[in-house]
């Protein structure tokens, strides 16, 4: 449709997006009213409104109560994904993803919400390489950045490779389940050679809305990687749940 063939609210939800893509309009800047938009705009409250819903279900824009209409906050965070720097984090204790945050000036934190034996869902029984329902350990955790929820990561555990260890235990690891594993005194002992990540793109379920705080419209992105080590053995499978409006994935890949 030809910009002159738009509807009015399609108009001025277009120059709105394009100020704040460009930086013009901050995050976190508070916009003029509607009765201020109706003026500038020579419309009426009722096309501005309609424009700033478009916003908001683009995930671009907030309302707050009895304050007015935000451009939403969006701390993005690159993640920097590759071998290099998966063993140099390992090698210092911190978690790839706090380290990357903490690089980027930002404050990161995890949670734990649950660590229980369950059995396995079936596509991690798959790419375990164990029988449906066969019992795995699972830590469930929430990732925040400034303290704003970022991502849900669930980690799944063989039980009869990790039942007893600090993997069973409600707590965290430092450095992580991957130093761990690679830790010549440790259940496993082997080195992680190969991560393998499915990568799912769809809507977020109600639960993943309301723990995400993802705004109408707004995609997530799930991400299953498996962990494979020196042995060919497969050892950890990390089920992330990451909004699309708030990370930078970058990969590097060798290709010999």
Do not use: W
Request: aromatic residues 6%; contains cysteine; glycine residues 8%.
């Amino acid at each position: 449709m030809a910009e002159k063939d738009l509807p009015p609210f399609r108009k001025i939800a277009d120059e709105l997006r394009d100020r704040i893509l460009s930086g013009k309009l901050r995050a976190g800047e508070k916009l003029q009213s509607e009765n201020e938009l109706k003026d500038q705009y020579g419309t009426t409250r009722v096309t501005v409104r309609k424009a700033l819903a478009l916003l908001k279900a683009d995930g671009l824009l907030i309302s707050e109560q009895g304050r007015g209409v935000f451009v939403r906050p969006r701390p993005n965070v690159q993640m920097l994904t590759t071998g290099a720097n998966f063993r140099a984090r390992r090698d210092t204790g911190v978690s790839n993803f706090n380290a990357e945050a903490a690089a980027q000036g930002l404050r990161p934190e995890q949670r734990i919400a649950s660590v229980e034996t369950v059995p396995a869902p079936a596509d991690v029984a798959e790419r375990l390489g164990v029988a449906d329902g066969t019992e795995v350990i699972v830590r469930r955790r929430a990732f925040f950045v400034n303290d704003e929820p970022m991502q849900l990561v669930d980690g799944y555990y063989p039980a009869d490779l990790f039942g007893g260890t600090q993997v069973a235990q409600p707590r965290r690891i430092r450095g992580g389940v991957s130093r761990l594993i690679e830790d010549p005194e440790g259940p496993i002992g082997q080195r992680i050679t190969q991560f393998v990540e499915d990568l799912e793109i769809r809507m977020p379920t109600p639960v993943e809305t309301d723990a995400l705080k993802i705004p109408p419209g707004v995609p997530l992105a799930r991400v299953l990687r498996t962990a494979h080590t020196s042995a060919g053995q497969t050892v950890e499978v990390l089920d992330s749940r990451v909004p699309c409006d708030r990370h930078v994935f970058r990969y590097v890949i060798d290709v010999p």
